[in-house]
């Protein structure tokens, strides 16, 4: 397994993370998500059978060292804060420790959040409050075990003005979905394009560039400064990788920190913004070796998470009525009555009944599956409730006959709307 924390004495808990301010950006739809994100914000969404996406985000600044963090929210919220009201409170306020919720509130003008910097911008008297000497600013949309520590020191190393983290991406991907940083050998940022037509790639290494995390550590004066600025700009779009950065490299001394595992190698890190690439990050999970590691007690990923019995496997007779799960992973709660998993997730609460099959797939949470179902290469939305003898991912003309929303490499996702059942819209 190669998860960049690979130690205790890889942890760099020190005065520059209890100094420092950590902002979540947990506002977007992510709309590439579909209908998953009809009823709830991408951070919200569940992922690795027990979590949301924004877990893994806090529970690095925790294990970091960073305890004093800002969420700011915006699209249909109201299923991310429940989970934060209900998984995140209880960081000691005694100690200077908090988790605050900051939605779109109008606190400047009569606008709502125009952009990854303006969010920020309209929470700077609440930023002053808290007079940290550095604020981290991090996506909330990501999957990924990061010590926020070693980006500080070594922000505070280069006396760099804003510190941006990047890690190696496939060029042709970059110019889709990410900001391509080019720089000189002491790491610092020479040149920054928001998705380029034509990425360049790191010398010598013509088939990769240099992707932007959508994670930057800035000096806290020199963040006012900045958002001040972009918000007196009509031209802006309020963007940090758009306006902010690209602005910083031109003028600041604005360095790279590339991310990498304990042996130097490029660490994990997901982005899982498209139903395929969800679905593809949380089948990785059940590999043998998974990169991944949800077993670490080292580094721990934290959740709210329901008290539940184990999950349970019945039956086991001749003519296939057989409780079993192969290369599968199985959450709190759930029962195989008599059904036969393989190489799937299930969340917690799932219950698949008699003769059933589940062939890599994703169930998410109060998911049930009717008996003698066979279900291939799904997304089975939150509270989905399938019939007896219902077949999914064998025939996709047929599933999208039926409303399923079939994706680019043969996802089939699959929501209580689209089985004309009543939505758990705040689930």
Request: glycine share 8%.
């Amino acid at each position: 397994m190669t998860d960049v924390i690979s130690s205790e004495d890889a942890r760099f808990v020190s005065r520059l993370t209890r100094q420092s301010l950590a902002l979540v950006l947990a506002g977007g739809r992510g709309s590439r998500l579909c209908e998953l994100t009809d009823w709830r914000a991408k951070p919200a969404v569940a992922f690795g059978g027990k979590f949301r996406i924004i877990d893994f985000a806090l529970s690095n600044c925790v294990n970091s060292g960073i305890r004093r963090i800002g969420v700011l929210t915006q699209y249909k919220a109201h299923s991310l804060i429940r989970h934060l009201v209900r998984g995140w409170s209880n960081l000691r306020s005694e100690l200077g420790e908090f988790l605050e919720i900051l939605p779109a509130s109008q606190r400047v003008d009569e606008a709502w959040y125009k952009g990854t910097a303006d969010a920020v911008y309209q929470n700077l008297d609440i930023i002053r409050t808290h007079r940290p000497e550095y604020v981290v600013v991090l996506g909330g949309d990501h999957v990924y075990k990061m010590d926020y520590g070693l980006m500080l020191a070594e922000h505070v190393s280069n006396q760099a003005d804003v510190t941006v983290g990047c890690i190696e991406v496939p060029v042709g991907e970059a110019s889709k979905a990410y900001g391509v940083a080019v720089i000189e050998e002491d790491g610092r940022i020479r040149d920054f394009e928001e998705k380029p037509e034509h990425p360049t790639p790191i010398p010598g290494q013509d088939e990769l560039c240099l992707g932007s995390m959508g994670i930057y550590v800035f000096n806290t004066r020199f963040l006012y400064e900045r958002l001040i600025g972009d918000a007196d700009d009509p031209s802006s779009k309020h963007d940090f990788g758009g306006d902010i950065i690209p602005d910083c490299v031109q003028r600041y001394r604005t360095f790279a920190y590339r991310f990498r595992d304990a042996e130097g190698n490029r660490a994990y890190w997901r982005d899982v913004g498209t139903l395929d690439s969800y679905w593809s990050a949380n089948m990785e999970l059940v590999d043998v070796v998974p990169e991944l590691n949800l077993y670490d007690q080292v580094w721990p990923i934290l959740t709210d998470q329901a008290q539940l019995p184990p999950a349970k496997f019945v039956f086991d007779e001749d003519d296939g009525r057989r409780g079993q799960a192969i290369d599968s992973m199985v959450s709190g709660g759930c029962v195989l009555s008599g059904a036969t998993v393989r190489r799937s997730l299930l969340f917690s609460n799932v219950r698949v009944e008699a003769r059933t099959r589940l062939t890599e797939t994703v169930a998410l949470p109060d998911v049930t599956v009717g008996p003698e179902c066979d279900i291939h290469r799904a997304i089975l939305d939150r509270g989905c409730s399938v019939v007896a003898g219902t077949v999914i991912g064998r025939d996709h003309d047929a599933d999208r006959a039926r409303g399923f929303r079939v994706t680019p490499a043969g996802i089939v996702l699959v929501t209580p709307d689209m089985l004309g059942q009543q939505l758990h819209i705040f689930r």
